[in-house]
C-alpha cells in the first residue's frame, strides 16, 4: 500500500518557462535525498515521471507542470508512509529549488 502525498509549488513563469527549468534542476533531486539515491526520470508531455530508489527502496513521483503552478505526487510505499508528513514539508519548502533559474 502505498501512501500519496500532493504539493503544489505555485509559480508566475508559465508553463513553458517552469517547465524548462525543471528540466534544468531535476539533477539536483539526488543531492537532497540522504544517504544518496538514483533517480530515473523522463517526460510524457507537461509531466515529468520520477523513480527514485534509496535506501532499498523504490518511489515513484510526478511532477505536472500547469501555467501557474506545479503540482508534485510522491507515492511513498510501505513504512516510507510512516513519514508522509515530513516528507511533505520537506517539498513545500524545498520544492521552489526546481523552480530556479540558471541561465548564464
Known amino acids: 500500500m502505498t501512501q500519496p502525498i500532493d504539493v ?3 509559480h508566475n513563469l508559465g508553463k513553458d518557462e517552469a517547465r524548462r ?5 531535476i ?3 539526488e543531492q537532497h535525498i540522504p544517504g544518496g539515491a538514483r533517480v530515473t526520470s523522463g517526460w ?8 527514485i530508489a534509496a535506501m532499498g527502496e523504490a ?6 507542470v500547469m501555467e501557474a ?6 507515492l511513498l510505499p510501505g513504512m516510507l508512509g510512516m ?4 516528507v511533505q514539508a520537506a517539498l513545500q519548502k524545498k520544492g521552489s ?3 530556479e533559474d540558471h541561465r548564464s
Open 59 to 64: 518511489v515513484n513521483a510526478t511532477i505536472d
Open 83 to 86: 513519514f508522509s508528513g515530513i
Open 8 to 10: 503544489d509549488l505555485p
Open 97 to 99: 529549488v526546481l523552480l
Open 27 to 29: 539533477h539536483k533531486l
Open 69 to 74: 503552478k506545479v503540482h508534485l505526487k510522491v
Open 44 to 51: 510524457a508531455g507537461d509531466q515529468l515521471n520520477l523513480n
Open 21 to 25: 527549468r525543471i528540466a534544468n534542476n
